[in-house]
């Protein structure tokens, strides 16, 4: 039975406290939280001694767990392609392993690590010379997420198409090419992450790539909704794509994970008019959410 997850951007602006985010998240029907660890390479977080970054992670996972939530997953930094400034790929690559450290202190099983793309990697130009660039840097965090128990898990993305003015696929957003990275790295510490709402932009059928994934590659989800044309991280169902039969291709393959949103997006605009709005948005979707995930 899929579990049911979710980022904490309902809080923003609240002037809620961590325990209280956490309970009402818990109260709301959500287990899991989406933690981001995607501070830039340049944040005070990552030049903390590990003493000092286990001790924040432990007093953060403390707070979550007081809420009667665990983490499901993270996010690294997504700053890590340092062609276009060299001097700066040692402190970008030490966030990556900071982060990695950072989800294994919040007891996360995943951290999403965003493949490294080229600008000329639109389409399939380019695979083999992304791909290779992208197989060095996952390799180089290989120990990192052995030592510390922690799975990566590499996104499905996208990318500008510079003649047609508009988002299309990219090295990485196909079911083919994901499986295609995780099977050349050969490791059970690398798995998909599935974004529902780059799987449009990237000109992909999420519910196929459900199907051609399947639960011995996707093991974590963003689920996002847009019109197909901007990555908007709406709330399912304030966009285009079709989430019943999202919630029946994850049923039918027997993804029993979390159901993960990532679609804070909405709720920024909700802050003026004060704490009781934004919560009930944050209630509807968690029932949302669980009528997704029993869609059978």
Known sequence: M?????????????GLTRP??????????????DYSLMNGHTSPLWKLSD?????????????????GIFVGQTHSPMDALWISDPDSKEARLK???QAIKAASFLESPYIVIHAL??????????????????????????????????????????????????YGSSSCSSAAQLKDYVDTLNSDRFVVCLDVGHCVLGAQDPVKMIHELGTEYLHVTHMQDNNYL????????????????VGKALNDIGFDKVFNYEADNPYGKLVPFG??????????????????????
């Open 2 to 14: 899929m579990k049911l997850g979710t980022q904490t951007g309902f809080s923003r602006g609240l």
């Open 51 to 67: 003493d000092e970054l286990k001790a924040q992670m432990l007093q953060i996972k403390q707070d979550i767990h007081s809420g």
């Open 117 to 166: 793309s080229l600008p000329s990697c639109v389409g399939d130009n380019d695979y083999e010379l992304c791909k290779e660039m992208n197989m060095e840097f996952y390799n180089f965090l290989k120990p990192y997420l052995e030592e510390y128990n922690v799975k990566a898990a590499i996104e499905n993305n996208f990318k500008m198409d510079p003649y047609l003015q508009r």
């Open 20 to 33: 209280e985010v956490y309970k009402i998240m818990h109260d709301a029907g959500f287990e899991s939280v």
């Open 230 to 245: 901007r990555d908007e991280h709406l709330m399912p169902g304030m966009g285009k794509i079709d989430w019943y039969s």
């Open 95 to 97: 966030a990556q392993i």
């Open 275 to 296: 704490t009781s709005l934004s919560l009930k948005l944050f209630k509807l979707y968690a029932e949302f959410g669980k009528a997704v995930i029993n869609v059978r």
